[in-house]
């Protein structure tokens, strides 16, 4: 195989699935967001066809192919960050399951295929275009950060428009926005089914979220127990341990 590596890039283990991720400490590099949203998710198991939006370096994708043997599709805006993940799904020979595209996820529907995916994953920017969150490295991070290019709202809508009636969403997110992707979950005919609120540790507040809807579902929401990245030794608690690195379907 041709040298898989540009510039700074890296190459780095998904532990527990034993595969490989190219990242770039100035580019882009996934965060534990990105394997609670694909270990949170609903996937069929044996086929079926998935669509990861804002799929950055391929990480979610990547981590879904070891849950599940169906067609996943990645869509990524940013052309760096798509050729990143085309060259780690070549990389662990996923070639035949996991297609990445790069193209904007407002409208992705009308090229890939209206109401035909049994899931949809997305791993949103969580900040509103003139908000401030910490100092960004590079453009690539800004962009994967802020709804400059694509809102909440925009990306409920496009995982709406992909899925199947019944089909499932998934979206990671910061608590403070909750009001905002359920009402735009239900103004798009996903119904909130499970919610999960994730912890720095006990006793702090939650900074992240875990939401999945059905497509025309009907209300029933169940509120999962809440999980604890980090115990009182600072490290990491043992459920997160086996998201990382254990076995967990």
Same mark, same amino acid.
């Given at each position: 195989?041709?040298?898989?590596?540009?510039?700074?890039?890296?190459?780095?283990?998904?532990?527990?699935?034993?595969?490989?991720?190219?990242?770039?400490?100035?580019?882009?590099?996934?965060?534990?967001?990105?394997?609670?949203?694909?270990?949170?998710?609903?996937?069929?198991?044996?086929?079926?066809?998935?669509?990861?939006?804002?799929?950055?370096?391929?990480?979610?994708?990547?981590?879904?192919?070891?849950?599940?043997?169906?067609?996943?599709?990645?869509?990524?805006?940013?052309?760096?960050?798509?050729? =990143?993940?085309?060259?780690?799904?070549?990389?662990?020979?996923?070639?035949?399951?996991?297609?990445?595209?790069?193209?904007?996820?407002?409208?992705?529907?009308?090229?890939?295929?209206?109401?035909?995916?049994?899931?949809?994953?997305?791993?949103?920017?969580?900040?509103?275009?003139?908000?401030?969150?910490?100092?960004?490295?590079?453009?690539?991070?800004?962009?994967?950060?802020?709804?400059?290019?694509?809102?909440?709202?925009?990306?409920?809508?496009?995982?709406?428009?992909?899925?199947?009636?019944?089909?499932?969403?998934?979206?990671?997110?910061?608590?403070?926005?909750?009001?905002?992707?359920?009402?735009? =979950?239900?103004?798009?005919?996903?119904?909130?089914?499970?919610?999960?609120?994730?912890?720095?540790?006990?006793?702090?507040?939650?900074?992240?979220?875990?939401?999945?809807?059905?497509?025309?579902?009907?209300?029933?929401?169940?509120?999962?127990?809440?999980?604890?990245?980090?115990?009182?030794?600072?490290?990491?608690?043992?459920?997160?341990?086996?998201?990382?690195?254990?076995?967990?379907?």
């Amino acid at each position: 195989m041709e040298n898989i590596l540009r510039d700074d890039e890296r190459l780095d283990y998904l532990l527990a699935e034993g595969l490989r991720i190219i990242q770039s400490p100035s580019v882009f590099s996934f965060s534990l967001d990105a394997v609670l949203l694909a270990k949170f998710a609903y996937v069929p198991i044996r086929s079926g066809k998935i669509v990861d939006l804002c799929a950055g370096n391929g990480a979610i994708p990547l981590f879904l192919s070891a849950r599940t043997n169906a067609e996943i599709t990645a869509v990524e805006l940013q052309e760096r960050l798509a050729n =990143m993940a085309e060259r780690s799904v070549r990389y662990n020979n996923l070639d035949q399951q996991i297609d990445i595209i790069n193209d904007n996820v407002i409208g992705i529907a009308a090229k890939i295929g209206h109401e035909k995916y049994d899931t949809v994953t997305c791993n949103p920017p969580y900040f509103l275009a003139h908000e401030a969150s910490e100092k960004n490295l590079s453009e690539h991070v800004t962009i994967a950060r802020h709804e400059i290019h694509l809102t909440l709202e925009q990306a409920v809508q496009s995982a709406s428009e992909l899925l199947k009636q019944g089909g499932k969403a998934a979206f990671v997110h910061r608590p403070g926005r909750l009001l905002d992707i359920v009402t735009a =979950m239900r103004a798009n005919r996903l119904e909130p089914k499970r919610l999960r609120f994730v912890y720095p540790k006990a006793g702090k507040e939650a900074n992240t979220l875990l939401i999945e809807g059905t497509k025309d579902g009907k209300p029933d929401l169940k509120i999962l127990p809440p999980l604890y990245v980090y115990g009182e030794d600072g490290e990491y608690t043992e459920e997160v341990r086996q998201l990382l690195h254990g076995q967990q379907s």
